[in-house]
C-alpha cells in the first residue's frame, strides 16, 4: 500500500510540475486535492490537516516552481526587475500569514479555499493570453498586489501563480511566456519564506516524518514528479495552443471545489 502511495504521489508530482511548466501555476492546484484525499488514508494526520495539507503543498511548491523557474531561466524567459517588484510585496504576506493559518477554523479554511480554486477556475476559463493590456502601473501598486495575491496563495495552498502570471501580462510590458516565467521566480522566493515559517511553528505532532506543518512523507514524492515535470510543460507551451488544458483543468477545479464545499 505505502509503495502505491509512493507512485501515486510521484505521478500526482509529474502532473503539478507539467502545469506549472505550461501555465506558470506553481502545482499547488494539484497539490492540495491529492493531499486532501490523502488525510482520510492517514498519511496526513488529523490534527488541523488543512493546515498541513497547505504547508506541505507550498513546500513542494517550492521545488516544483524552481525546477520551472530553472527551465524558464536557460531559454532567457524569466524578467528578474518585474519580479523583484511584486517578491517587495508578496514576501510580507509570507512572513505573516502562515502565522494567522494554523489558528484560522478549518471549516473557514476549506472555504476559503474551495472560493479562491472557483475563482482560478473561472480565471483559467476566460484568460486565454490575448487579454487587452493595460499601460504599465507604477511599481509600488504591484507590489501591493504582490501582497494582496501572496496572501491568497498562502491561504490556498496554490502558490501565486495564476495571479502573478496575468498581473505581469496586464499591467507591464511582458509578453504571456514571459509573464510565465517571471511568476516562476516570484513563486519560488514568496513560497520558500512562507515554508520556512510553516517549518517552525510549534505543533502536536507524534510523526517523524513531519516537520512543523510540513509532511516529508507526502511532499516528496511529490517533488520528485514535480522536478521532472516543468521541461515537459514548457516544451508545450513553446509548442502548442494550452486553451484545451486550461479548459480540462478548470472544469476539474470547478467540480472538486463544488465537492470540497458540499462535503467538508
Given at each position: 500500500m505505502e509503495i502505491l502511495f509512493f507512485v501515486f504521489l510521484i505521478i500526482a508530482g509529474f502532473v503539478g510540475g507539467f502545469l506549472s511548466g505550461l501555465l506558470g501555476i506553481g502545482?499547488?492546484?494539484?497539490?492540495?486535492?491529492?493531499?486532501?484525499?490523502?488525510?482520510?488514508?492517514?498519511?496526513?494526520?488529523?490534527?488541523?490537516?488543512?493546515?498541513?495539507?497547505?504547508?506541505?503543498?507550498?513546500?513542494?511548491?517550492?521545488?516544483t516552481s524552481f525546477a520551472s523557474y530553472y527551465q524558464h531561466k536557460k531559454i532567457q524567459n524569466v524578467d528578474k526587475k518585474k519580479a523583484v517588484t511584486i517578491i517587495l510585496g508578496s514576501i510580507f504576506a509570507a512572513i505573516v500569514i502562515?502565522?494567522?493559518?494554523?489558528?484560522?477554523?478549518?471549516?473557514?479554511?476549506?472555504?476559503?479555499?474551495a472560493f479562491v480554486q472557483i475563482v482560478v477556475a473561472i480565471n483559467f476559463l476566460f484568460f486565454d493570453g490575448k487579454t487587452r493590456k493595460i499601460k504599465s502601473v507604477k511599481p509600488i501598486i504591484l507590489s501591493i498586489f504582490g501582497f494582496i495575491f501572496g496572501a491568497i496563495a498562502i491561504v490556498s495552498g496554490s502558490a501565486g501563480g495564476i495571479f502573478y502570471t496575468p498581473l505581469l501580462y496586464i499591467f507591464t510590458e511582458l509578453d504571456f511566456k514571459k509573464s510565465v516565467g517571471t511568476s516562476s521566480l516570484i513563486v519560488v522566493i514568496t513560497m520558500a519564506v512562507a515554508t520556512t515559517q510553516f517549518l517552525f511553528l510549534k505543533t502536536e505532532f507524534n510523526d517523524v516524518f513531519q516537520i512543523g506543518y510540513v509532511n516529508l512523507r507526502a511532499s516528496l514524492p511529490l517533488a520528485i514528479g514535480a522536478i521532472l515535470g516543468p521541461k515537459v510543460g514548457i516544451h508545450f507551451l513553446n509548442k502548442s495552443s494550452n486553451r484545451l488544458v486550461k479548459i480540462i483543468f478548470s472544469l476539474f477545479l470547478l467540480i472538486y471545489s463544488l465537492k470540497l464545499l458540499i462535503f467538508s
Open positions: 502545482g499547488g492546484l494539484v497539490f492540495v486535492p491529492v493531499l486532501i484525499s490523502l488525510s482520510s488514508f492517514g498519511i496526513i494526520e488529523p490534527i488541523n490537516s488543512i493546515s498541513v495539507v497547505l504547508a506541505t503543498s507550498l513546500f513542494t511548491t517550492v521545488i502562515p502565522q494567522i493559518i494554523h489558528n484560522l477554523n478549518h471549516q473557514i479554511l476549506v472555504f476559503l479555499l
